[in-house]
Structures are given as C-alpha cells and as structure tokens.
C-alpha cells in the first residue's frame, strides 16, 4: 500500500551547471534567472511513481491520496496499467504540483505546491489488515505522514518510511518517530545529513534503529546497511544507454527494491532489481514515461547487471 504525493510535473533542463552561475560568496542575495532549453509537463509524484513501475513488474500496488478532480484521467491510466486506484481521494483543490530544474550535472532545484495532497486528512493507513500490506510512507503533508507512522506503530504495521525531500519541512520529533517505526528506510546522501541535523543523531545511530537502511549514490550505486551486520553491501549502479532525465530514478529503484523485498528475496538482488528499474526511467524523460514488460526487465537485469557483491 503506497501512500505520498501523487503531482503532476514540469521538468525543465538547464544546458549549464549550476555551480557556475551560483556565487557562494552571494548566496544571502541570490537572484538567479536560467535560460531553459527544455520544458516538458508530465504525470508524477512519488507515491504515483513507485505505483507504475510497481505495476510495470506486475503488481496490483494501492495508491492511497488526494488529487484534484482533474485528475480524473490520470487515475484511470494508472487503473488500466493495474494500479489499484480504490482508494484515491478527489479533493476541491487543485492536483499537487513539483516543478524542477536539472542542469547538466543532474543536479536539481525544485519546488512543490501540495494543493489536494493537503486535503489527504480522511486517508487512514489502519483501515488495512496488517497481515496482508507493506506500507509504504513516500513524501506528502508533514502532518498527515506523522498521523501515518503513528497508525502504523500502533498498528504493528510493516512500515518503509520514505521520507525523501519533505526531510526538511518534517519536524525532528516526527522524524525521529519515522525512523523508530520503520523496517525500511531508503536515502540519499544528501538527505542522511538532513535526518542527522533534524533528529540530533549520528549516522550510525539512524542506521541502527532500522533493519534496512540503504543511501543511494546516483551513478555510483547505493550502499546497504542491515540491523546486526558488521559489513556494508555496496551495489553497483545499472549501466544505461544514455542519461536523459533523472527525475524519478529515485522512485523507480524504490519500486524494483520493493518488488525483490516483499517476495523476500535476498538484499543484493532487491537492490539490483532497484537498480535495473532505475535506468529505464534515466532513459527517458519524465517519471512514468519509461516501459518494460517483465520478460525484458528481467533478461536486462540478468545480461547487464554487475550482480558481485562487494563490501566497504
């Protein structure tokens, strides 16, 4: 069950690198306007995101959220592709929206203006038997990811806390609270020192308190830390044709993470699947404009994937 944002997206590229234009030593009075060279406006959202690729792999994925009503025809793609839109809230106020700009470093600037992912306050996580549903927490309303957790520990709830980019708008309480919950956690590096500065511990305390913890390294792969393990697994990115987009790579290995993790496959091969299902969305502009069927993202994954282990 994969309750977050579900957004439609204007994704622009920057033909330079940020690092460029940005003088550190102006930071208090910046003021920057970049020439965009592209512009494409597509469906997305976290919760959304991991629900396609989920889908694209078989899965029948709940996708639990508040969009606009004129959402309508999105909701009902994501139903013909096998989504289970059942539960999806039609709110008065406009769909969510993520606006983002990438140079050509990958790296990102973006904003997000909640709209109907506010008005997710009927959504409930507990009305799910938990027996039968991993939960999946992505980023949405700080408020109602806080009320989430709470259902899910009181629920003894299979929990991935996804925090991701609302790291920043969650209190550290909350946060704190998040990751004691959790079975899983995926990050990037990036946001484990947010979590480190907003819950006041070290890296080695927020790894320890949850089973799985990965930090996912962009082209570099990710690393996984297990409760109990004195060794780190490093996983080796998918090598792609061709970098186009990024946005929703993230979102993509979380799905193929998740595939591999609830048919309990061993951590290696989740992060592969992960790692497999996010170059097919590097490949292609958008988060929910790549597509396999499974016979291909398999025999990718089998061809192409360094599949040795290492340890760091």
Known sequence: ???????????????????????????????????????????????????????????????????????????????????????????????????????????QVGGFYPGAMSDSHSLRVSEFDPSEHFVVISPHDPQQMAKQVEECRASKMRLFYDVGQQASNISGKDIRAGIEAAELMIVNDYEMSQLVEKTGWDEDEIRNKVKIFIVTLGAKGCLIYQQGADEILSVPAMKVESVVDPTGAGDAFRAGFLYGYIRDFDIRTCAEFGTTAAAYAIEKHGTQAHFFTKKAFFERHDAKHISKETHV
């Open 1 to 107: 069950m994969l309750t977050g944002s579900i957004a439609l997206d204007r994704i622009m590229v920057y033909p330079g690198k940020f690092s460029e234009v940005i003088q550190p030593d102006k930071l208090h009075v910046l003021s920057l306007s970049l020439l965009i060279n592209e512009l494409k406006e597509t469906r997305g959202g976290v919760a959304a995101n991991i629900a396609y690729t989920l889908a694209l792999l078989g899965e029948k994925p709940v996708l639990l959220g508040s969009v606009g009503t004129a959402a309508k025809s999105y909701m009902k793609d994501l139903g013909k592709q096998g989504v289970d839109i059942s539960r999806v809230h039609y709110s008065d106020l406009p769909t969510a929206t993520f606006t983002v700009i990438t140079d050509q470093a990958n790296c």
